[in-house]
């Protein structure tokens, strides 16, 4: 079996490379700057040495530059195939449809559909460490599907699927749409519950239940 | 050389409107064009910068108070087309169109008629964007951005948002004309002596600058045309492949608009921080090539606002924008290189430059974790975006603009302004921008939205959004005081003469203001800093000795 990928610790793994050098870089840049105004501020009417440049420190700092560069697009690649990786074995497929301005969860081959109402917004429901297979699609504008808590997003486009594996933990999260989309896009919201695999089971023959009962008074 | 005579002047001269209104309207001196793209540019930043503090009124606390959902919309996309297509590109090329010819030794912009008639558009632009205000569905609502299908007609139904793609049409070739009347003059309209790699600092990040624009503007024209005809029903966009086209279609000058938004306050701030340093500036030539580099880096960048479609090749895309780190890296070695061992001044140019300096930073640094698509995947269209390009666009950009303001405002009227009023107005713009767009970095890693009217109480997000709102309060006190010094300036004024700060460029071996035809002579050209030149010679020759001499 493969391994579970967790977008949250690929996403802060390689932000704690990120930061660090960015933080750094900043700090070494405003020290520069502060011993250069202190230091070499101006005193009376004399003319500074001038030169034109320092070209071999330029060109071994162009280097290092590339370097770092090379690192952090290194570390970025090989996080982004596993976080973009597709399972040959999904434990779930989630058919996600977004629209102007909610949320549809369909889950193929259980007759199970999750839609919100004016109330609220609708509920995903997954279990936990599994790895759960979306196929993301818009009826109308752009969306975007966001769960910060997963530090993953993924835009739904009209006449379109995207693909995508994520694994949750046992947490409540909330998801939202993160593309612009309109007049309610701030209220395009949906709840995240991660059931432990056992009582994902028992939810889904419960809805399926309901979703029978009320088909049957339907029709 | 020395005193070399101008002929350009009467050759350019034609017939001119002599005088009253139909001179102003028509006139083809590029100083008083730009004068007025710069006027014009800034009384739309008073307008979008009006829309950004009721934005921020409105997000202080959750839930709505101010205004509904829809106006609210209207706000943040005015806020946005404003500042991009109306005040920070305008401002950028209205600083060239005035300074270019100056700095290359011309006695006016190449196709000063051209130049004219762009600034005209941009300005019919701007009203046609603004009219939208007055239609029945209100203004533009789309976004700056103007995705499809959200910004198609059953989407976004209404006349207004036409004028406001019309609008965006028409201020694009404006500002198309005016870039290439810059290239014009830099590669056409230089001195004699004036090479290539005598072009200083500020005029060569002006032509990487219109470059750019000439190359990339009119692609979101075109983008808009077709979206134009398609919301008129031609269905352009309207099938599975239309919306992402129109993506790529909009960023491939989304991108590189960037970029003509940083070059030329990038150039400014070299000129500021050599000048106030008294020092030529280090490293020219790796400065041009670094220049020339990010210039053909930015035309393959676009796609990195467009990690999350996963309908492109992220890693290409993201291996592009992060080898950007080298050139700006080397930039960053220059300016910094120039100062130490220099003689630094610290008069307003040149603290709203360092400004400019460390705040862009801190807008680069956070690219470069957006240029990552897993970083991406969570900060995009996240209040961390807004808080990066505010921090490249208001913090980097504008000071430069002020830095700018305050350098050559002698050099336009003849008369300085306050340096007092001038360090206020930079203490309360650089607490408030720090203010306002910090905590944004915050509220994005914590999930935040952007481009969202309210938020929940229990969100979390109340306490950053207060901090926030009070820092952007602060920025308009802050010009509030840039007016006031206008003002007072302007009033009661105190000559500057031609060249306060002991400049190293061109512009300051003429009058203030410069003459019509900006040069009754021109000193030899002997490098990028002709005037340094001059004053050490003199240095040398009047006290003998060989202290400051060049290397």
Redesign the interface.
Known sequence: MEALID?RE??DD??GL??PI?IA??GI??A??L???L?????GD??????????LA?AL??LV??A??VA??AA??T??DR??RISDHPGLEVDVTAF?WGWRFTYPGEAVTVVGDDRRPPTLVVPTDTTVRFTLESR???H?F?I??L?????A????E???DLTFEEEDA?G???????????EMTFDVLALAPPDFRDWLRTQRREGEIQHRTET | MRGAEIGAGTAIAGRVPSGGLLAWIATTDHKRIALRMAAVAFGFFLVGGIFALLIRTELAEPELQLVG??TY?QLFTMHGSTMIFLVVTPLALALGVYLVPLQVGAADIAGPRAALAGHWMVLAGGLTMYSSFLTDHGAGK??WTA?Y??SGDS??PGTGMDLWVAGVILVGLGLTLVAACLVATVIRLRAPGMTMLRVPVFSWTMLAAALMAVMTVPVVGVAMALLLADRLGAGIYD??GG??AYQHLFWFFGHPAVYIMFFPFLGITAEVVATF????F?????LILALAAFTGLSMSVWAHHMF????VV??YF??AS??L??PA??E??AI??T????????RAPMLFA?GF??QF??GG??G??LA????D??A???YFVVAHFHYTLFAGSLFAGFAAVYYWFPKFTGVMLRDSLGKLQFVLLLAGTNLTFFPMFLLGY??M???????APDAGFTDLNRLSTLGSYLVAIGVAVFLWNLYVSLRRREPAGDDPWEGHTLEWATSSPPPRYNFRSLPPVTSYAPL?DR??ER?RGGRGSG?????
């Open positions: 977008t690929e996403f390689l932000l990120y930061l960015g870089v900043a840049v405003f520069l700057v011993f250069a105004v230091r070499y501020r101006r005193r004399e003319m500074p040495r001038q030169r034109e440049g320092l070209p330029e700092y162009a530059l590339a770092i560069v952090l697009l970025t690649f996080t982004e976080v973009d102007q109308d504008v752009i975007s966001w910060p808590e530090r993953f997003k993924k835009d486009f009209p006449e379109r995207n693909t995508f909330v939202r749409c993160a593309e612009f989309c309109g007049l309610a896009h701030g | 959902r829809d919309n789309a976004g995705y299908p959200l989407a976004t099938s599975a919306p992402i340093s008294r020092r030529r280090v490293g020219y030539k790796p999350t479609t996963g309908q992220n890693k993201s291996l992060t080898a780190v080298v890296g080397m960053y070695f910094i290189a100062m130490i061992g220099g003689a630094i001044l610290l360092l300096f460390l930073l801190i640094l956070s470069v974790i990552s698509p897993p970083l995947y969570h995009q269209d996240s914590d999930g939205p952007r481009r969202v009217a309210d938020y340094l004053r050490i240095s202290r400051g001499g060049r290397r």
